[in-house]
C-alpha cells in the first residue's frame, strides 16, 4: 500500500507565502508524476499543479501561475508546493495525488492519479 501526506498547511493573512509539502511512504520502486489538487466549500476539485515523474515537466492552473511553483526533492515521490502571493480565492483543502503511468507528463485529471493523500486545509484571511 502507498501513502501520501501532506504538511504545512494553515492560516495565513492576503499576500503572504506558505511552503507545503507531500511525502509518499509504503511500497513504491520508482519516481512518478505527482500533483496538487484543491477543493473549495461548495466546488469541485480542481487541478492546481503538477510535476513530471523526470521533474522535467510542470504544468499549473491558470489562476496560479506565477504565484505557485511545484519541486520535487531530485528522485523522490517528495513534493512541494511554494504560494505565493496568497489570495482568499486560494482558501481550500489541498490535496496531493501521485499517478504511476509510465510516460513523463503532467496528467491533469483527478481519474489519472492512483494515491491521495487525505487533504490539508490552507485558509487565506483578508
Known amino acids: 500500500q502507498v501513502q501520501l501526506v501532506e504538511s504545512g498547511g494553515g492560516l495565513v493573512q492576503a499576500g503572504d507565502s506558505l511552503r507545503v509539502s507531500c511525502a509518499t511512504s509504503?511500497?513504491?520502486?520508482?519516481?512518478?508524476?505527482m500533483a496538487w489538487f484543491r477543493q473549495a466549500p461548495g466546488k469541485d476539485r480542481e487541478f492546481v499543479a503538477g510535476i513530471s515523474r523526470s521533474g522535467r515537466m510542470t504544468d499549473y492552473a491558470e489562476s496560479v501561475k506565477a504565484r505557485f511553483t511545484i519541486s520535487r526533492d531530485g528522485a523522490k515521490n517528495r513534493v512541494h508546493l511554494q504560494m505565493n502571493e496568497l489570495q482568499s480565492e486560494d482558501t481550500a483543502n489541498y490535496y496531493c495525488?501521485?499517478?504511476?503511468?509510465?510516460?513523463?507528463?503532467?496528467?491533469?485529471?483527478?481519474?489519472?492519479?492512483?494515491?491521495w493523500g487525505p487533504g490539508m486545509a490552507v485558509t487565506v484571511s483578508e
Open positions: 509504503g511500497r513504491i520502486f520508482s519516481t512518478y508524476a
Open positions: 495525488a501521485l499517478g504511476t503511468k509510465s510516460e513523463d507528463g503532467v496528467p491533469l485529471q483527478i481519474g489519472d492519479y492512483d494515491y
